[in-house]
């Protein structure tokens, strides 16, 4: 990631409208491209992309797990489907974060974002803990949410990496609304946290008003953003894909809590914010100066406890 001034980046987010199950990923990667050239012509140094950006929203259809392996998972990355957004990258000088559904080797599958720089090398990898849903078969559900069945926990953690003097960290979608999430970066002396999401608009687990979902969208990553001094980028897949509904709202948020930047459609939509990230460094040094003021000594319950009250591992997370 370059900057003009010494602690100034172009951040552009790149919000995705629907990916339909019929859309090949050379249709996607086409998309990916020209989002990425509007931003690099905006100036931007980094885009982030959604998370799973190159499918459809696959984990809301029950389905032979060795199709939805054949159909919608990458065995390696950058693959020939995916190179042209690399070459993008490169060409254009302008790193990005890309969500993916990985396979591995051998056979594990996890919902994997990368963190690429400007010359195309994938710096970092991080493979979604907060996974949401189920596993079962919910038939009276309008659909399903099955990250629970097609993807293991990730075994990453939460990393930090330094892109071109930025301290980078990423998640993915349902890590956003965990506090532990952004902390733990932070910790690490995030300045910059990136992620994607596909949020469904209907919450299947219970009459959730819908107006709901992008409230807490927004109100979970305001209010990290601040409690952590850190810039979030967050980009959604958003709009009907194939009927199913989810929320758009992708956007770009200080370190104050402030909006900065967010999409206004439920279409493909670069927004794009130049962000001091001075600002963070403001509330480092002050509120939340981690090493003056927390105490750790008091939290011991948050990593000995998983529920409430309960020292056993909680059983699903729903
Ligand atoms: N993709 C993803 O993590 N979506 C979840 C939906 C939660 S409802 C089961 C989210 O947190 O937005």
């Not at 696959?58 to 070459?87: A, H, T």
Request: charged share 25%; net charge negative.
């Amino acid at each position: 990631m370059k900057s003009n001034s010494s602690r100034k980046i172009g951040l552009a987010v790149a919000q995705m409208g629907p990916v339909n199950l019929a859309d090949s990923r050379a249709a996607v990667v086409r998309r990916l491209v020209e989002m990425l050239r509007e931003a690099a012509g905006r100036k931007a140094d980094f885009v982030v992309f959604p998370e799973l950006a190159l499918t459809t929203f696959f984990p809301r259809y029950w389905m032979d797990e060795g199709e939805i392996v054949e159909r919608f998972f990458e065995r390696s990355m950058p693959n020939p489907e995916v190179q042209p957004l690399f070459d993008a990258a490169r060409e254009l000088s302008i790193g990005f974060y890309l969500g993916y559904a990985e396979l591995t080797p051998a056979g594990r599958r996890f919902n994997t974002s990368i963190l690429v720089d400007r010359h195309a090398r994938i710096i970092g990898k991080y493979r979604k803990i907060h996974l949401p849903g189920h596993s079962d078969h919910k038939t009276e559900a309008p659909f399903q949410h099955l990250e629970k069945k097609y993807f293991e926990v990730g075994d990453l953690g939460f990393g930090v990496w330094d892109i071109d003097d930025v301290k980078v960290g990423m998640c993915l979608c349902n890590d956003r609304r965990w506090p532990e999430t952004y902390r733990v970066m932070s910790l690490q002396s995030a300045e910059l946290i990136v992620l994607g999401y596909n949020t469904p608009s209907k919450n299947i687990h219970w009459n959730e008003p819908t107006h709901l979902r992008t409230f807490h969208h927004e109100i979970v990553m305001q209010a990290s953003a601040y409690q952590n001094a850190v810039w979030i980028g967050a980009a959604g897949k958003c709009g009907h894909e194939d009927g199913f509904h989810m929320i758009g709202g992708s956007m770009i948020v200080a370190p104050s809590g402030e909006i900065v930047a967010r999409s206004s459609g439920e279409e493909d939509e670069v927004i794009a914010a130049r962000i001091d990230l001075d600002l963070g460094t403001t509330f480092r040094d002050h509120v939340f100066n981690f090493a003056r003021h927390r105490s750790p000594e008091h939290y011991r319950l948050i990593v000995e406890r998983v529920g409430a009250g309960d020292p056993l591992p909680a059983a699903v997370l729903e």
